[in-house]
């Protein structure tokens, strides 16, 4: 089973990707040079990664006392990835990049999320230069961020502690100005930085030349006390090996150290690290204090972290898709070689009869079926949501106003909808491979565990639920909820003219209706307590909302195209979402509507 005919035809067909290299930013390309990207990612995936998927499970990072050690196959596969350009794929061609539109990249990377989830962290060092090319000083820029994108150096995100994880406005790491002439430093005003920080992917391991943590501390004010709320964070670069102007090491370890290995559920191929700042294990010219370059002005730290949230959050919503398409593909396969049980007729079942393979039982194909919608389904909303970020970008004007906002809106859906429901495939995955799935023999129960992951991090799923009801319905005046809507009438539009679609077209545009009332019921006192005490409710109704739109639209595109195998698998898991699944939100609204408290105001002693 391969991904590329159903990512072919979502690009090409669906999302007209080809007609933006008629942008003056992607005028070089063509579709030969995207497929090209495709040919080499899927490649190196297929030879680096898939491989060693289980290796990087049962091989957990270890400390030996002075280094993190990893398998072999996680340095060949860091260095495939960094060798295919990957890393700065989507910069400018004077940095080295390709100038690939995002959504190229999006889809590429998909290929190795689904060969092996957690044995790179190309992204997070991607992400982590991104952001330095946005905020960073052109020093910054050629230090830092240059040195990651060719793979020399690697990047982390250090915005949690032990103690703030989804309120980052507790964080009490501190950053103090480093002495005289502390603004003078060429590579950035110059701080020392004491703190914890806790769950950092890629914190500490042997893959790259250095490490570059971008961090989030908080300078104290005239007081000497931190400033409470998200208003004190500021960004800070802060190396593992201390670099001199030129970006040569020089020699002198900084004050960073490895405090303890998370042990996890899964995603086991990346190393999770608790590392204390500034404890003075590795002081810096006689004194304790983690050395960091200041990103930005100072008190905007979380105004430039955010500012790569949502393409981080398309990225992690990406990756619980893929891992739902590995599960998906290993049990089709399972369930087309499965002898188990014969047919019941209107006699009975005949023991005479040779058995049947499972992918013939009814059941066993709604498992599939169910499957096949929740992970193409949500492939075509993260490629949807990456070409609005290409429209942000570069489409000028009003669309680009508007990809913007719609943005903000889906951003939730694209990070939460395929953690909660590409995990629930691949709890069906294991399902259909019976007892054998839950054995390590199969790679089912692997891509469950690192699946876990994804409700969690980049936001819980409860913070998420709060951000699309708390704030991005409301922000300006509603309008990004009215685009959505004006977009998803379009479709119906055009599907209720289709007799085979007509009916699934009625049935969103109820849906769409319900949603509506929902967000003005939830909001009808004003009172945030009562509003947002179902918000997850309220952000599965209006991701199974959303994704009966993709569904219908998917399938509207696919009926120019000859109805053959494929297109048949896209109508029957479009209306699979339509019987199944959209009929769900009817019962999760109900409770949002009626802003019921039956959660909220149980009193804790009645657990
Ligand atoms: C494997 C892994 C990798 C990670 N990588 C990184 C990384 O590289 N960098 C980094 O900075 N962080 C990283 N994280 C941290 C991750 O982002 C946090 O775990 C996450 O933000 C949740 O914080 P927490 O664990 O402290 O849980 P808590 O914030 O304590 O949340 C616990 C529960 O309470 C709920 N809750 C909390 N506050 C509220 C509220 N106000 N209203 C309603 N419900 C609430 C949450 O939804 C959740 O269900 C990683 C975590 C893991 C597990």
Redesign the pocket.
């Known amino acids: 089973m391969s991904l590329r005919p159903t990512l072919d035809f979502l690009l090409y067909h669906w999302l007209d990707a080809e007609s933006l290299n008629q942008r003056e930013r992607f005028a070089d390309h063509s579709r030969e040079t995207f497929d090209a990207v495709f040919d080499t990612c899927e490649r190196i995936a297929r030879e680096k990664y898939a491989p060693f998927n289980r290796t990087v499970d049962t091989q957990e990072p270890h400390f030996d006392g002075e280094k993190v050690i990893l398998p072999q196959a996680t340095h060949d596969a860091q260095k495939a990835y960094a060798a295919s350009g990957m890393l700065s794929a989507a910069q400018d061609y004077e940095v080295g990049g390709m100038q690939l539109p995002y959504t190229v990249e999006a889809a590429a990377n998909a290929f190795f999320a689904m060969a092996s989830v957690s044995i790179g962290s190309g992204l ?1 060092t991607t992400g982590n230069a991104n952001l330095l090319m946005v905020h960073g000083t052109d020093a910054q820029k050629e230090v830092f961020a240059k040195n990651e994108f060719s793979g020399r150096f690697s990047g ?5 502690e032990p103690q ?4 980052l406005s507790d964080v009490t790491t501190r950053a103090v100005p480093d002495g005289e002439g502390f603004e003078a430093d060429p590579l950035g005003a110059r701080y020392r930085l004491k703190g914890n ?7 500490e391991h042997e893959l790259a030349d250095n490490i570059i943590h971008l961090v989030l501390a908080k300078i104290p004010g005239p007081d000497g006390k931190l400033i409470a709320g998200t208003r004190g964070i500021s960004l800070f670069i802060v190396p593992k090996k201390m670099v001199n102007p030129q970006g040569e090491l020089t020699g002198v370890r900084n004050d960073v150290a490895l405090a303890g290995l ?1 042990h ?1 559920l899964g ?1 086991r191929g990346t190393t ?1 690290t608790l590392l204390n700042f500034g404890e003075g294990k590795y002081p810096v010219d006689g004194q304790a204090g983690a050395v960091g370059y200041l990103v930005g002005k100072p008190h905007e730290g979380l105004r430039c972290m955010f500012h790569m949230m949502n393409e981080a959050r398309i990225g992690v919503g990406m990756a619980a898709t893929m891992l739902g398409m590995a599960g998906y593909y290993a049990s089709l396969d399972y369930a087309k070689n499965r002898p188990q049980g014969r047919p019941v007729g209107v006699g009975g079942k005949d023991a005479a009869q040779p058995q049947i393979r499972i992918i013939e039982h009814a059941d066993v194909k709604r498992m599939l079926l169910a499957q096949k919608a929740y992970c193409e389904g949500a492939l075509a909303l993260e490629l949807y949501c990456a070409r609005l970020v290409d429209e942000h970008h570069t489409a000028g004007g009003q669309a680009a106003d508007d990809a913007r906002l719609l943005l903000e809106v889906l951003t939730p859906i694209a990070k939460s909808w395929p953690s909660e429901w590409c995990l629930e495939a691949n709890s069906l995955a294991i399902q259909v491979h019976g007892g054998y799935g839950y054995t390590r023999d199969f790679p089912v129960e692997q891509y469950w565990r690192d699946n876990r ?1 994804n409700m ?8 998420q639920a ?1 951000d699309l009801l708390g704030r991005k319905v409301l922000m300006e005046g509603g309008r990004g909820l009215q685009l959505l809507a004006a977009r998803i009438n379009a479709t119906i539009e055009k599907a209720i003219q289709q007799p085979e679609l007509a009916e699934h077209a009625n049935a969103l545009g109820k849906a769409l209706q319900h949603v509506g009332s929902a967000t003005k019921a939830a909001w009808a006192t004003g009172e945030p307590g009562e509003a947002l005490a179902n918000a997850v409710p309220y952000m599965q109704a209006f991701g199974h909302t959303v994704l009966a739109w993709t569904w219908l639209d998917v399938a509207l595109a696919g009926l120019s195209l000859p109805q053959d195998a494929p297109q048949a698998g896209r109508m029957g898991a479009m209306r699979y979402f339509y019987h199944y699944e959209l009929p769900k939100i009817d019962a999760w609204l109900k409770v949002v509507e009626t802003r019921d408290l039956t959660c909220a105001d149980l009193p804790e002693e009645a657990f």
């Open positions: 997070l982390t995100m250090c915005l949690s703030a994880g989804s309120s920080k806790m769950w950092i992917s890629a914190g998370n996890k995603w999770n992951l969690i991090h980049e936001g819980t799923h409860g913070i709060m």
